[in-house]
């Protein structure tokens, strides 16, 4: 069964950092891209990272560059995304998400979905 199980949210100050992370299990890790997801309250889910684990490439939406990282542990078939100098706007529930590495992670649909962690920004 495939499943993807995020962690690491919670609730941090403004300017704070959380590191989440995105447990892959049922595929062959090394054949997919996982990618980073979020969605604010009352808006629609947008994409803010990605990484092809098979070649560690990596795409980042303008707005994070610079203060968010995400990297994958091929060992432990996870990915982590390292967030930083958080905002208050950047609240939300954030998904991780797998596609076929053969695809275009930064705007192709993707396969799988985990459940999603809560982040809260407080000001």
């Known amino acids: 069964e495939v499943q993807l199980v995020e962690s690491g949210g919670g609730l941090v100050q403004a300017g704070g950092s959380l590191r989440l992370s995105c447990a892959a299990f049922?595929?062959?890790?090394?054949?997919?891209?996982i990618g980073w997801f979020r969605q604010a309250p009352g808006k629609e889910r947008e994409a803010i990272s990605c990484?092809?684990?098979?070649?560690?490439?990596?795409w980042y939406v303008d707005s994070v560059k610079g203060r968010f990282t995400i990297s994958s542990d091929n060992a432990k078939n996870t990915v982590y995304l390292q967030i930083s100098r958080l905002k208050t706007e950047e609240t939300g529930v954030y998904y991780c998400?797998?596609?076929?590495?053969?695809?275009?992670?930064?705007?192709?649909?993707?396969?799988?979905w985990g459940q999603g962690t809560q982040v809260t920004v407080s000001s």
């Open positions: 049922g595929f062959t890790f090394e054949d997919y891209a």
């Open positions: 998400a797998a596609l076929d590495s053969d695809n275009d992670c930064s705007r192709d649909e993707y396969d799988f």
């Open positions: 990484i092809s684990v098979s070649d560690a490439f990596t």
